[in-house]
């Protein structure tokens, strides 16, 4: 395990650098890999390392796996922020998952964190796709208010 704490922080910001390549990349086994290397190092990940993952779950449309791992961060004592709901939401709208991102929009409103114009699009966008334009219409408003 790294014993010094300014190792520590050295190599979670390098990790985190990687992470957030692979979750561009779509790639999640090796996010998960980083993931898992780090924490073999003795080093607890961070809510943006986290981030980094779940954001490349969503790029892949793995909803499973996206869920997998917030519920893991939160198993790990680790508060989901906006970013974190927002890329599993994003993960839904991909694989247009309309009942998933309903249930996470309404955990993301039960654990009291607001949300902004990325989620309120990303809502409309999973409804278009999963072909329900009624509730797309109902989202639609709001992302003109969140917008500004």
């Not at 979670?12 to 086994?29: E, K, N, S, Y």
């Not at 993931?35 to 003795?42: C, F, K, Q």
């Not at 981030?51 to 519920?71: G, K, T, Y």
Request: net charge negative; aromatic share 6%.
């Amino acid at each position: 395990a790294v014993a010094d704490d300014s190792l520590r922080g050295l190599l979670r910001q390098r990790t985190v650098a990687v992470l957030r390549a692979c979750g561009d990349r779509g790639d999640i086994a090796r996010a998960e890999a980083w993931l898992r290397s780090l924490t073999s190092a003795g080093v607890r990940p961070t809510v943006r390392a986290m981030n980094a993952v779940i954001h490349s779950c969503a790029r892949a449309a793995d909803v499973p796996r996206a869920e997998h791992w917030l519920l893991d961060m939160i198993d790990g004592g680790l508060e989901p922020n906006i970013f974190t709901f927002n890329a599993v939401l994003a993960a839904c709208a991909e694989a247009s998952d309309l009942s998933s991102a309903l249930r996470w929009a309404s955990r993301m409103a039960e654990a009291e964190v607001a949300p902004d114009g990325v989620t309120f699009r990303t809502m409309v966008t999973c409804c278009a796709r999963a072909g329900n334009v009624a509730l797309a219409e109902e989202w639609l408003p709001q992302t003109q208010v969140a917008s500004f």
